[in-house]
């Protein structure tokens, strides 16, 4: 059994800022060109998603819906191909407020350096809009 252990450090790695570099400019486009064709994703309590198309339809929606974002890495750990996130979300709301989220984020990356699996454990419901007939 090949046992490694967890490394913490302060700074994400240089390809974690590339992957999350489009994200905060809204391009769905430079997101996708980072992860592998079969990438399994998943945000907060949503049911997971698996492909570009999947990707592209999820990113377009949400990005509808803000300005822009940013995230504030506090922690960050890595083992063999996973890195662990844990942060804060801010996102940069239409009516130009922000909203402020704690997070954590689970990515694997592949040896050809594209993302196959992200989880995001967030609470989307204070940027999301309301479903018709929701409270």
């Not at 402020?100 to 999301?128: K, S, W, Y």
Request: with cysteine; net charge negative; glycine share 8%.
């Amino acid at each position: 059994m090949n046992q490694q252990t967890a490394q913490s450090t302060d700074m994400p790695p240089a390809w974690i800022t590339e992957l999350y570099a489009p994200m905060e400019t809204l391009d769905v486009e430079g997101l996708i060109s980072n992860l592998s064709e079969d990438v399994i994703l998943r945000l907060g309590n949503a049911e997971p998603i698996s492909g570009h198309d999947a990707v592209r339809a999820a990113s377009s929606n949400l990005f509808s819906t803000i300005r822009g974002m940013t995230h504030t890495f506090l922690s960050v750990w890595h083992c063999g191909e996973d890195t662990m996130l844990v942060g804060e979300a801010a996102y940069n709301m239409l009516d130009g407020s922000t909203v402020r989220l704690p997070c954590a984020t689970l990515v694997h990356r592949r040896a050809d350096g594209l993302v196959d699996n992200m989880q995001t454990f967030i609470d989307m419901a204070p940027v999301l809009p309301a479903p018709p007939g929701g409270h």
